[in-house]
């Protein structure tokens, strides 16, 4: 191969990580600025001091939820609807978790492929949106309260 076909390539390749770096940083800079405007309301009003989990639900409305320790060490769900400016605040202590919503998703739909959590406020109560795939490949959320676990909804066949 020639040097200058060399060269060629190389630059190419150089370009080409450099779109996609670009790509992938213009993407991310949505969410960084959401968990960031989130985090700043949750210390003034929870004392929420740093983010363990961030979360995105897109149901009726939009709420970006911050899990993460207060003051006091103790673990708090925070979340935050930046049409309204809403906001609403409870501790975690006794409340479902991440890991939990998916347990209870995978044994309430035992033929699904679960996917992944979003805690969030729908009907102003703190909801898990899990996501699945149900045994025809159609995507599905299967909501639970994040309260007790109990069931909420479930929207099949997106």
Same mark, same amino acid.
């Given at each position: 191969?020639? &040097?200058?076909?060399?060269?060629? *390539? ?7 990580? /450099?779109? /996609?770096?670009?790509? !992938? ?19 003034? =009003? ?13 149901? &009726?409305?939009?709420? !970006?939820? /911050?899990?993460? @320790? ?11 609807? @930046?049409?309204? %400016?809403? #906001? ?22 035992? %033929?699904?492929?679960?996917? =992944? ?11 898990? =949106? ?5 045994? %025809? ?5 299967? !909501?639970?309260?994040? #309260?007790?676990?109990?069931?909420? =909804?479930?929207?099949?066949? *997106?």
């Amino acid at each position: 191969m020639s &040097k200058r076909l060399f060269n060629f *390539l190389l630059g190419a390749v150089i370009l080409i990580n /450099i779109a /996609i770096w670009s790509v !992938y940083l213009n993407s991310q800079s949505f969410t960084a600025h959401a968990q960031a405007e989130t985090l700043v309301k949750a210390e003034q =009003e929870s004392g929420v001091m740093w983010v363990d989990h961030f979360y995105i639900l897109n149901k &009726k409305s939009t709420s !970006y939820t /911050i899990v993460g @320790p207060d003051k006091n060490k103790e673990e708090v769900f925070f979340s935050y609807d @930046p049409e309204t %400016k809403k #906001t609403k605040t409870t501790k975690a202590k006794g409340m479902v978790t991440e890991k939990n919503a998916l347990s209870i998703t995978q044994h309430d739909l035992p %033929k699904a492929k679960v996917g =992944e959590a979003r805690l969030g406020v729908d009907n102003d109560q703190f909801v898990w =949106e899990v996501s699945f795939t149900d045994e %025809k490949g159609h995507l599905g959320y299967h !909501y639970l309260k994040a #309260t007790n676990g109990e069931w909420y =909804e479930t929207i099949n066949n *997106l």
